[in-house]
Structures are given as C-alpha cells and as structure tokens.
C-alpha cells in the first residue's frame, strides 16, 4: 500500500511545482539577500521536481512488487523506508505552499493595512530548502541500497512470490472443507431458494448469484447444493471454476473444456489450444447439454461477461452460479435469482460454535464455566461462519478450563496473524483489502479509526475523507459526489455493512465487522497510516511513526506514546479525557493537523495557538461547552469543515468570512429538549461576509437577517441549508435569492414563531429539491410542484381544517412527517398521490378523529406512526383499512382509559409495561409491546 502515499505526494508536488505556484513563488526565491543558504532556495523548485521524478520511479517499483507478491524482511524495511520520506516529503510540500500563501497575503494592500508588525512566519525557505535537499539525497542512497541488497533477492528464488492464485488453492472447495453438511447452521432457506431457483421450469439460460463478504459461506453453501445429486442429476454435464483477482479467460475456458470432457478431455490438447480453438469446441458442448457452470468468487462484472461468452443459450434449462463479494457481479443475475448472505444471528452462530469446538460432547454442549467467554468469543466473530468454525475447531483441542479460553480470547487477534490455523481467516478476509483500486484503501482504512461497533455516519464519514485528502475532483462531480461514490463502492464489494439507509436510499449508517476492523487496524499500523490509542488495560502501544491516532480510552499522558510532531489526525472517542493529557502538544507541536475532532470533550476554551495549525481542515467541536473562539481562528485559511453542533458558540469573531475554503459550516445549540416549542434550537448569527464564502456547500443553521437574506443568493454552491427566525417581511427577498441556487436539494424553513405568516408564492428552484422542511407554511398545494422530493416535514404549518394530497402528487417521495398541525380535521388522500410512499408519521394533531381518508390508496408504505394522537383516532385504527401496512406504531395523547378498551381489540394481545404510551401493531394482527 506504501505506493498509495508515494502517489500522494507526487500529485502534491505536481501541484507545487506547477506554473502557477512558482510564480507566486519566482519574487520569494529571487530574493537571496534574505536566505542564509541562498543557493538551496534557489534550487528549491528544481529539487523538488527531482524528488518527484524519483518518485515516479519508485512507485512503478512499488507496484512491480505488488503484482509479484514479493515478500521479506529486506523488501519490508527498504519500502518502510520509502514511506517514511514519502511522508516527510508530503510535510516539506505542505510548509512550502503555507510559505507561498503567506507571502501572497503580505503583498495585499489590505493585509499591510491590518499588520502593523510583521509576524514570525512559521517556516522559512532555508529550512525548507534544507528538508527538501537532504530528502533528495536520502532518496538517492535509497535507490542505490536497493540495488546493493534488495535486487540479488528479488532476482534470485530465495523469497517465493506469492500471490492471489497460489494462495487461493488453499482454500477452494473440495481441496479443504472443514465443515460438514450435517454441521452446517443457518443456510436452509438460502439453500432452498438456491435449490428453486436451478429447478425452475424456466428452459432459458439462468444466471444465479451467491453474494457477500468473504467467509459468509458462498462456497459452502454453493458446494452443498452441488453435491446433491437429486438436485443436479437433471444437468447434462457441470463444471466448478475458480476465478482469481487476475482473472484471465483463457485459462479459465481450459479448465472448463477439461472439468466438462472429464476423460475424454484426453482428445483435445486444451493446454496448447488457442482462445479462439477453446470457445469454438466448449460453444460446440455446451450447445447440445444441459449444463451446469459454478463461477467461484467473481470479482468483476467484465471477467464475467468475457467468461460467459461460451455460455451458449441452448433452450434447455442451463445454468450458472456465481459466487462473488462484489454487489455489481451480483446484478448481473435477475432479482428473482439473487442470494444475499448475511452474518449468522446469536442462535444459528452458537450452534455452528459449538458444534464445532465440541465435536465429541453429546448435543455439543458447552459447560457452565466456558459459556461466557464463548459468548464473548461469537460477538467478536460476529455471525462470520468461516471465523467461527476455523476458532472453534482450534479450540476443540485445547483443554476445557475457562483460564485457557479467556487467555486465548484475549489473544484472539494476534492468534489470528500468527496461528497457522487460523491465519487463513486473514487471507481470505484480506482478499477484499488487496483487490480494490487505490482510492479506496486508504477510505476502508479509515474506517478503522472508529471504535468496536461504533455506527458511522455517511456526512461525517465523507467530510473527513475530503479533509484528508483522499477524494480526487472528478470533472463537474463535487467531492462530495466522488465521496458518495465511493462510499457506495466500497459497500457494494462487502468491505462496509450497512445499517440504515435515508428516505433516498442512500447509506445512512454504517459500520466495520469486528474481524474486519481488528485486520484493518493490522494492516493500518504496518503502514504508519494509524494507530488506534487504548490504555483501557495497562500501557497502549502506539507507533511513534503514525500519522494519525484515534484515542479510545486514555487514563494516562498520551504524549509519551506518539510524536506529536508527525501527527495529521487526532480524533478523540473518550469524553473522559483530560485536558492535561492531551493539549499540551496538540496546539503547539503538531502543527501538520489536517482533522482535528474533540467532539464531546469537557473543553470551555481554545487556545490562541490554534491559529498555528496551518494545515487544519477539519475542526470539529460538537458536544463541548466552547464558548468563543480566539481571533487566531482566522488563520485557519485551509479550514474546510467547522462543526459546532450542540456547543455554546453561536457568534464568530470579525474577519472570519477570510475562511474561503469552507465548505461546511454545521452551527447550532439545542435549547429545548422535550421539542415542544418551535424553535428547539438556537442559531448562528450570520457574520459580515458570511455570503462571501462561495465554496460553502452546507450551511446549518443561520438566522435570517435583512442583510443575510438579501445576499444568501450569493452562495450559488449550497446544497442544504437551514435558516431559521424566517420573518414575514424576508419572503420576497428569500424566494429570490434561492431562486439563484442551482444545486440546492436540502432545504429547510422556519419561521420566527408560530404566529409568523410565511409566503413563499414566489419560491421556485431551477434544480429538484430532495428534501424539504417547513414549519409555519402554508404548504401542499404549492409543494406539490416539487415531484422530485423524497422527504417532506410539515410542522406547523397549517391551520386550516382540511388536508388534501390529490392525484399525482409528490410521487417520488418516501418519507412525510406531519407534525402538530392543531386545526387539521380530516385529511384526504386520493388515488395516485404518494404512489412511493414507504414511510409515513403523523404526530400530535389533536383534531384528527378519524384516520386519513384514502390511506388505503398507501399500498408502498411499509411502516406508520401515529403518536401522541387522540384515543378516537387510535380507536379507528381497527376498522381495517391499513390492514396493508407491515408496521403500525401508536400513542395516545396522555393517559387515557380507552387503553384499556384498546387492549381488548379482536386478536390483540396485551402485556403489562410501566411505559404504555408507545404500542406496535402489526398488519396481521395487533401486537402490543
């Protein structure tokens, strides 16, 4: 992976040494009377087009090696020893450009007029002259050293290369099954379905896909299916294929020319057979039989549809399985033919464990003593059938006392790296690692900075991936679309389990499996690309040479166990942490942060240094009682991301508008936690200049004021906004300025109080909102114009009697909350609205008696909540018309008798609960909880 920060930094110098930047530069470096090494500064520009070009060299070596498997401990320390200058590099660059930056802001008439006395820069070009030459000259015995030592290995046979292919063989069906059919837990119904699906009646040719992430057990289950002879007896011929990461289709149609001839493959030299001569003769076999071909472990969908080539449709019932991790091999297959597989629940995973770690015990019982560490042992598993029979097996021949089990599981990672019988669970979990492009590595390992089971969230995700540096501008595609995409890739190949997706379907959610998370942590430290802090149990062992750090747990000085000058990242998961342990250094010795979060630390204040992070992107403050920042702030020219949610910082000092690389500002404090008033939190006041920052694509929340309204449409590259305290006499001014926005698709509204008349006639956008909020808005008919949006939110909004949602209407939209709209009587639904509607919440409207008239037309929606609603309403709920939908939540306003009444409701079943307000009720029948 060294070659992915090796590219890194050439992009970055490409950058520094562009026509551009050196002549910003070219008055700087001609000015010699100031430098002591004068003669290094000048050949600044020139050294670090040769570093560059070494580089280069160097990183097509990286790849060689990659491509060749090539492993020992020479090869390892000579690219740790690249890496560790690729990093060096990458801080030269950064001091050069901040240089540059700064010497631009000198020769601006307005910055001379606001310095009186000249500050002390934070670098010098000597000094970076002085890195980049000894750099150049460190690169350069590199080159020779590799010469000297690594070129009579590589060349030699001492070290065997090893690669996907020779390791794969290991691990293919019918080489190595320590798994029985009568041991397998958890597969009947996707057995079944596999079973259905190649006895279909169907005569066309049927491509079935097996998909998820490695160790699921797609081989397994595919293997079983195959092995019943009742099931396969009626294809004519089959053939089991392995398909490597280097996939090429020439051996793979040998192979199959000799599974499918068997014995008579002896008629055929396939081994000397040209591609054309094999699709010609397996296109002549396969035209004539009923057959059978089992594709294991695809990874591209273009391998495939090479492969499939030969795969003649006959009109005599063929089929093909695949099995693969990638989400878009899968699609391949029609719906109706797709499996997914997912991890095993608690129940079938104690099963497989037990079955296997006591083969010998009758029932397979585990004793009382080592019941929790085995339970402990299947949560870090995870539903990972392969991981669970390959620990269970090992223990099977390790003595039944709970000291060795609990000792084993403390070493449970370890022993996954080092234990030949189990470091295969590595292997084939690290396939999903070494095969994706470059791009996405470094973003699966980030991931891993997150704690055990920690839910990731899709924006916050994506706005440190930008930070970092990670996302690449892809032609008009913000970074946030290149992000999103590929976010969306590294789920499709089963690297991220999803946890919930938003009203557009987009990732939500998100987290690492256990296993995953503990192997990319390995492979992050070995790569000096971040260590994971946790002293919960002693000392942390924290590379000193790391780049970034996530603290879990501190109880002690973090300092002792990380070079703070080296430091790119610091993000705090431990609330507890003091103050003492930790900003000492950060403020005024790493000044190279690029993210620097703390959210949820017990800070009041930051200090003045700050200001000397001038490489800070991403600040992130949520959940602190910061209450002011120091005017140094302003010096954060590279500042991208500012979060403040839920701090006490609601005004910025002057000058902060010269922050013009943000690109989300995230601000707001929560006042009212019952969310009963209309304004629960308060807002940002819109500093001088604020719609100066054209680079902002998020903006929640601000107050509108007279000025901010009329300049809002200023900020043409938002794409979510939230403005708050919206008065009647901003309307006109604010249909205007967001008539300007042409990729606004979040947009949300709210009045100054409930009183406040909000007209917004006039409001049109030339791009489709996604979703919107209202609260204190006349609404409906006007939005219905709106056919693109996924989500509506009505609070407030309306206080007329009647509801209406006509034909036609809002037929995108998955998701609509009416909250506390307190004159509404009854609301009408005809035939044809809301045609895509999936999720649907109705809160607090105290006047509505009856149920909506039409919801029966609500045939898509799946789930429905009506709370705090009065008892008449609840008490119509029985009358059958949303017998269609899956999943009914109710309350009722109050404690109310009729609940009584409600629990004797044909076929309900009632249970005593001290909290009785919230109640299921399932569409076969009333479920209460």
Same mark, same amino acid.
């Not at 240089?99 to 802001?105: D, P």
């Not at 709920?877 to 109710?890: A, D, M, Q, Y």
């Given at each position: 992976?060294?070659?992915?920060?090796?590219?890194?930094?050439?992009?970055?110098?490409?950058?520094?040494?562009? #026509?551009?930047?050196?002549?910003?530069?070219?008055?700087?470096?001609?000015?010699?009377?100031?430098?002591?090494?004068?003669?290094?500064?000048?050949?600044?520009?020139?050294?670090?087009?040769?570093?560059?070009?070494?580089?280069?060299?160097?990183?097509?070596?990286?790849?060689?090696? #990659?491509?060749?498997?090539?492993?020992?401990?020479?090869?390892?320390? &000579?690219?740790?020893?690249?890496?560790?200058?690729?990093?060096?590099? %990458?801080?030269?660059?950064?001091? @050069?450009?901040?240089?540059?930056?700064?010497?631009?802001?000198?020769?601006?008439?307005?910055?001379?007029?606001?310095?009186?006395?000249?500050?002390?820069?934070?670098?010098?070009?000597?000094?970076?002259?002085?890195?980049?030459?000894?750099?150049?000259?460190?690169?350069?015995?590199?080159?020779?050293?590799?010469?000297?030592?690594?070129?009579?290995?590589?060349?030699?046979?001492?070290?065997?290369?090893?690669?996907?292919?020779?390791?794969?063989?290991?691990?293919?069906? #019918?080489?190595?099954?320590?798994?029985?059919?009568?041991?397998?837990?958890?597969?009947?119904?996707?057995?079944?379905?596999?079973?259905?699906?190649?006895?279909?009646?169907?005569?066309?040719?049927?491509?079935?896909?097996?998909?998820?992430?490695?160790?699921?057990?797609?081989?397994?289950?595919?293997?079983?299916?195959?092995?019943?002879?009742?099931?396969?007896?009626?294809?004519?011929?089959?053939?089991?294929?392995?398909?490597?990461?280097?996939?090429?289709?020439?051996?793979?149609?040998? +192979?199959?020319?000799?599974?499918? !001839?068997?014995?008579?493959?002896?008629?055929?030299?396939?081994?000397?057979?040209?591609?054309?001569?094999?699709?010609?003769?397996?296109?002549?076999?396969?035209?004539?039989?009923?057959?059978?071909?089992?594709?294991?472990?695809?990874?591209?969908?273009?391998?495939?549809?090479?492969?499939?080539?030969?795969?003649?449709?006959?009109?005599?019932?063929?089929?093909?399985?695949?099995?693969?991790?990638?989400?878009?091999?899968?699609?391949?297959?029609?719906?109706?033919?797709?499996?997914?597989?997912?991890?095993?629940? +608690?129940?079938?995973? &104690?099963?497989?464990?037990?079955?296997?770690?006591?083969?010998?015990?009758?029932? =397979?019982? !585990?004793?009382?003593?080592?019941?929790?560490?085995?339970?402990?042992? *299947?949560?870090?598993?995870?539903?990972?059938?392969?991981?669970?029979?390959?620990?269970?097996?090992?223990?099977?021949?390790?003595?039944?006392?709970?000291?060795?089990?609990?000792?084993?599981?403390?070493?449970?990672?370890?022993?996954?790296?080092?234990?030949?019988?189990?470091?295969?669970?590595?292997?084939?979990?690290?396939?999903?690692?070494?095969?994706?492009?470059?791009?996405?590595?470094?973003?699966?390992?980030? !991931?891993?900075?997150?704690?055990?089971?920690?839910?990731?969230?899709?924006?916050?995700?994506?706005?440190?991936?930008?930070?970092?540096? @990670?996302?690449?501008?892809?032609?008009?595609?913000?970074?946030?679309?290149?992000?999103?995409?590929?976010?969306?890739?590294?789920?499709?190949?089963?690297?991220?389990?999803?946890?919930?997706?938003?009203?557009?379907?987009?990732?939500?959610?998100?987290?690492?499996?256990? *296993?995953?998370?503990?192997?990319?942590?390995?492979?992050?430290?070995?790569?000096?690309?971040?260590?994971?802090?946790?002293?919960?149990?002693?000392?942390?062992?924290?590379?000193?040479?790391?780049?970034?750090?996530?603290?879990?747990?501190?109880?002690?000085?973090?300092?002792?166990?990380?070079?703070?000058?080296?430091?790119?990242?610091?993000?705090?998961?431990?609330? $507890?942490?003091?103050?003492?342990?930790?900003?000492?250094?950060?403020?005024?010795?790493?000044?190279?942060?690029?993210?620097?979060?703390?959210?949820?630390?017990?800070?009041?204040?930051?200090?003045?240094?700050?200001? %000397?992070?001038?490489?800070?992107?991403?600040?992130?403050?949520?959940?602190?009682?910061?209450?002011?920042?120091?005017?140094?702030?302003?010096?954060?020219?590279?500042?991208?991301?500012?979060?403040?949610?839920?701090?006490?910082?609601?005004?910025?000092?002057?000058?902060?508008?010269?922050?013009?690389?943000?690109?989300?500002?995230?601000? &707001?404090?929560?006042?009212?936690?019952?969310?009963?008033?209309?304004?629960?939190?308060?807002?940002?006041?819109? @500093?001088?200049?604020?719609?100066?920052?054209?680079?902002?694509?998020?903006?929640? %929340?601000?107050?509108?004021?007279?000025?901010?309204?009329?300049?809002?449409?200023?900020?043409?590259?938002?794409?979510?906004? !939230?403005?708050?305290?919206?008065?009647?006499?901003?309307?006109?001014?604010?249909?205007?300025?967001?008539?300007?926005?042409?990729?606004?698709?979040?947009?949300?509204?709210?009045?100054?109080?409930?009183?406040?008349?909000?007209?917004?006639?006039?409001?049109?956008?030339?791009?489709?909102?996604?979703?919107?909020?209202?609260?204190?808005?006349?609404?409906?008919?006007?939005?219905?114009?709106?056919?693109?949006?996924?989500?509506?939110?009505? $609070?407030?909004?309306?206080?007329?009697?009647?509801?209406? @949602?006509?034909?036609?209407?809002?037929?995108?939209?998955?998701?609509?909350?009416? &909250?506390?709209?307190?004159? /509404?009587?009854?609301?009408?639904?005809?035939?044809?609205?809301?045609?895509?509607?999936?999720?649907?919440?109705?809160?607090?409207?105290?006047?509505?008696?009856?149920?909506?008239?039409?919801?029966?037309?609500?045939?898509?929606?799946?789930?429905?909540?009506?709370?705090?609603?009065?008892?008449?309403?609840?008490?119509?709920?029985?009358?059958?018309?949303?017998? =269609?939908?899956?999943?009914?939540?109710?309350?009722?306003? #109050? /404690?109310?008798?009729?609940?009584?009444?409600?629990?004797?409701?044909?076929?309900?079943?009632?249970?005593?609960?001290?909290?009785?307000?919230?109640? *299921?009720?399932?569409?076969?029948?009333?479920?209460?909880?």
């Amino acid at each position: 992976m060294t070659e992915i920060i090796v590219l890194f930094v050439i992009k970055k110098i490409g950058i520094a040494v562009a #026509g551009e930047t050196l002549k910003l530069a070219k008055p700087l470096l001609a000015n010699k009377a100031e430098f002591k090494k004068a003669e290094l500064v000048t050949a600044l520009p020139v050294n670090m087009k040769l570093i560059k070009d070494e580089l280069e060299v160097i990183n097509a070596f990286l790849k060689e090696l #990659g491509m060749n498997g090539c492993k020992g401990e020479v090869v390892e320390t &000579w690219v740790r020893q690249v890496r560790r200058l690729a990093h060096d590099m %990458e801080d030269v660059v950064d001091e @050069f450009m901040y240089v540059i930056g700064k010497n631009k802001e000198r020769e601006s008439r307005a910055y001379v007029k606001k310095i009186i006395k000249k500050p002390k820069p934070l670098f010098s070009l000597d000094e970076i002259a002085t890195k980049a030459d000894r750099i150049n000259r460190q690169l350069m015995e590199l080159s020779k050293r590799l010469g000297r030592w690594t070129q009579p290995i590589l060349s030699g046979s001492s070290i065997p290369a090893t690669n996907y292919d020779t390791e794969q063989q290991l691990y293919l069906p #019918g080489h190595d099954y320590s798994i029985t059919d009568a041991e397998l837990v958890g597969i009947d119904k996707n057995r079944q379905t596999l079973i259905e699906s190649l006895c279909l009646e169907d005569c066309s040719l049927r491509i079935i896909a097996v998909w998820g992430m490695g160790g699921l057990g797609k081989s397994t289950l595919v293997n079983n299916v195959d092995k019943n002879e009742a099931t396969v007896s009626n294809f004519n011929c089959r053939a089991w294929l392995s398909i490597s990461q280097s996939c090429r289709v020439h051996d793979i149609w040998r +192979n199959m020319l000799k599974e499918l !001839c068997g014995k008579e493959s002896r008629e055929f030299d396939a081994e000397n057979m040209s591609s054309t001569e094999l699709k010609v003769e397996l296109t002549k076999i396969l035209d004539q039989k009923r057959y059978l071909i089992i594709l294991d472990d695809v990874w591209l969908a273009t391998d495939f549809l090479k492969i499939r080539e030969v795969l003649v449709d006959n009109g005599l019932g063929s089929r093909v399985i695949i099995t693969t991790r990638i989400e878009e091999v899968a699609s391949i297959a029609e719906d109706g033919c797709k499996i997914s597989l997912e991890p095993l629940d +608690n129940h079938d995973a &104690w099963l497989l464990f037990c079955r296997k770690a006591f083969p010998k015990t009758e029932d =397979h019982i !585990c004793p009382q003593e080592l019941q929790q560490c085995g339970m402990d042992i *299947i949560e870090k598993c995870d539903g990972l059938p392969f991981a669970l029979v390959a620990i269970g097996s090992l223990l099977s021949f390790k003595s039944k006392n709970n000291k060795d089990w609990r000792l084993f599981y403390n070493q449970l990672i370890s022993e996954i790296h080092n234990n030949e019988n189990l470091n295969r669970v590595e292997k084939i979990l690290n396939l999903s690692y070494k095969h994706p492009p470059n791009h996405l590595k470094y973003c699966f390992l980030y !991931c891993a900075m997150f704690p055990e089971d920690y839910l990731i969230h899709r924006k916050r995700l994506i706005r440190l991936w930008i930070s970092e540096g @990670f996302i690449e501008q892809k032609g008009a595609c913000s970074l946030e679309d290149v992000a999103e995409g590929y976010l969306a890739e590294l789920v499709q190949r089963s690297m991220l389990q999803v946890v919930a997706r938003n009203s557009f379907d987009r990732v939500q959610c998100l987290r690492m499996h256990d *296993i995953v998370r503990e192997l990319a942590i390995s492979q992050s430290k070995k790569e000096s690309f971040c260590t994971i802090y946790d002293d919960t149990h002693g000392v942390a062992q924290v590379g000193l040479d790391s780049r970034r750090v996530s603290v879990l747990r501190c109880n002690n000085d973090i300092r002792s166990s990380i070079d703070p000058s080296r430091l790119h990242t610091f993000i705090a998961f431990d609330t $507890t942490m003091t103050l003492s342990s930790w900003s000492s250094f950060i403020f005024s010795e790493s000044k190279y942060l690029n993210v620097l979060d703390l959210s949820g630390l017990p800070i009041e204040t930051i200090p003045y240094s700050v200001g %000397e992070l001038f490489n800070l992107r991403f600040l992130c403050l949520n959940d602190t009682n910061v209450k002011e920042f120091p005017k140094s702030v302003m010096k954060l020219r590279n500042l991208q991301t500012l979060s403040l949610e839920r701090t006490q910082l609601l005004n910025f000092p002057r000058g902060f508008s010269n922050l013009k690389k943000l690109r989300h500002l995230l601000v &707001w404090k929560l006042v009212d936690a019952t969310y009963k008033s209309l304004n629960n939190w308060e807002s940002m006041e819109p @500093f001088e200049g604020l719609w100066d920052l054209k680079e902002l694509r998020y903006l929640n %929340e601000v107050r509108a004021t007279k000025a901010f309204v009329a300049k809002l449409g200023n900020l043409s590259q938002l794409r979510s906004l !939230c403005i708050t305290y919206v008065r009647s006499s901003h309307c006109v001014q604010l249909c205007n300025s967001l008539s300007k926005m042409q990729h606004l698709t979040r947009l949300n509204i709210r009045a100054s109080n409930e009183d406040e008349l909000l007209l917004l006639d006039d409001f049109t956008l030339s791009n489709p909102l996604e979703k919107l909020e209202l609260l204190t808005v006349n609404p409906v008919a006007r939005l219905a114009e709106f056919s693109d949006l996924t989500e509506l939110r009505l $609070t407030r909004v309306y206080t007329g009697p009647w509801l209406y @949602f006509r034909a036609n209407w809002f037929p995108n939209l998955n998701k609509a909350v009416l &909250w506390d709209l307190q004159q /509404v009587k009854q609301i009408f639904i005809q035939e044809g609205a809301l045609a895509n509607l999936h999720y649907l919440h109705i809160d607090s409207l105290m006047e509505l008696h009856d149920i909506p008239v039409g919801i029966e037309f609500l045939g898509s929606v799946k789930e429905a909540y009506f709370t705090r609603m009065h008892s008449d309403f609840v008490r119509n709920l029985r009358t059958g018309k949303i017998s =269609h939908i899956p999943k009914v939540h109710w309350s009722i306003q #109050g /404690v109310s008798a009729d609940l009584t009444e409600l629990a004797n409701l044909p076929g309900a079943s009632n249970r005593t609960n001290t909290n009785p307000e919230w109640r *299921i009720l399932g569409g076969s029948g009333w479920v209460f909880i």
